[in-house]
């Protein structure tokens, strides 16, 4: 049994790929992968957010775990799955199937709709989801943006080590750098702490994180290993410069549709996803346009990923 992994470097959020009529298309996972691959990502993090997970039927996750696990060994890629949603039993079940199918951990977000009113009952369906993978890794997801659920995270991860045996760290995705710091330094640093806002990420490079789970991984991700390397040599300036560059690309597509915009420009790195799923939108052709030319005005095609 393995319940112990550090997701360190960048682990791309993975969209998942669709037909022009918002059906899945699992053919197109292997070029996706290998996309990835060559760009140096080795690890991802598949059905969360960025795969539009909450818009998907639980035949078409399953359906997307086998692509993703039949593709990644050929490229020597790792993968993580999403299990969350707000049916902790789905999420037992997807994570069963991941677990058969390869993958190395598994991770659910808190349910949303009828949210959980206390620590206690957050970590009671966590437990139900990271049950039905008990031999790999379990990460939560914390999203309180999206999810609308927030506690201390180090709350959480106590009662989490009471309550999961396979736990094994937390998916930080919040703002909030002081908490963040204090989750790095629970117990001295005992549970893995992924960060996961790609706009702050030299921010959580400073206060120690050694690993980020990213949207924007997928289509730039020359541009932060640049950016840790520049940190880690002590360049600062440069590592500035960097994270700026993902700012103004980051605002630049979200005030066009994020998520539409990101699957448009992965098609025109070469790597084909698809469009996004309703009840998200698609830019149209002149918005892909002004896309193109405010991206290309800031250098993204020069340095978002490597030639």
């Known amino acids: ?14 969209h998942t790929t669709m037909n022009a009529d918002g059906s899945c298309n699992p053919s197109l996972v292997d070029n996706q992968a290998a996309f990835l691959s060559a760009q140096k990502i080795s690890k991802v993090f598949i059905t969360g957010s960025t795969g539009e997970s909450a818009h998907l039927q639980l035949a078409e996750r399953l359906e997307n775990i086998s692509a993703w696990c039949e593709a990644a060994p050929k490229y020597g890629i790792d993968v993580i799955v999403h ?10 079940e997807i994570a069963a199937y991941a677990a058969k199918a390869g993958a190395v951990a598994t991770s659910a977000n808190s349910p949303c709709y009828f949210k959980p009113g206390s620590v206690a009952a957050l970590v009671d369906s966590m437990a139900v ?3 039905g993978a008990p031999e790999i890794p379990f990460y939560f997801y914390d999203i309180p943006p999206l999810t609308g659920v ?8 106590a009662a989490c ?3 999961i ?3 094994a760290g937390l998916k930080f995705t919040n703002p909030n750098m002081a908490l963040y710091l204090d989750a790095l330094n629970y117990k001295d640093g005992k549970y893995d702490c992924p960060w996961g806002c790609d706009e702050w990420m030299l921010s959580a490079l400073v206060l120690g994180a050694k690993g980020a789970v990213g949207s924007s991984f997928n289509y730039a991700p020359k541009l932060y290993l640049d950016l840790m390397a520049a940190y880690n040599a002590g ?6 410069e960097l994270q700026y560059n993902s700012v103004k690309m980051i605002n630049i597509i979200a005030a066009k549709g994020y998520m539409g915009c990101c699957k448009a420009i992965m098609g025109w790195l070469g790597a084909e996803v698809g469009p996004a799923r309703l009840p998200m939108g698609n ?6 346009k002004q896309l193109r030319d405010e991206l290309t005005a800031i250098g993204f095609f020069d340095w978002a990923i490597a030639k």
Request: hydrophobic content about 35%; charged content about 25%.
């Open 83 to 92: 299990t969350g949603g707000n049916s902790v039993y789905d999420g037992r």
């Open 235 to 240: 360049d600062l300036e440069k590592a500035r």
């Open 283 to 288: 830019p149209d052709a002149a918005t892909q």
């Open 161 to 163: 080590e009471a309550k």
């Open 129 to 131: 989801a990271a049950s």
């Open 1 to 14: 049994m393995n319940t112990k992994l550090t997701l360190d470097g960048l682990v791309a959020a993975t």
């Open 150 to 157: 927030s506690f201390n995270p180090n709350e959480v991860m």
């Open 165 to 167: 045996p396979n736990f």
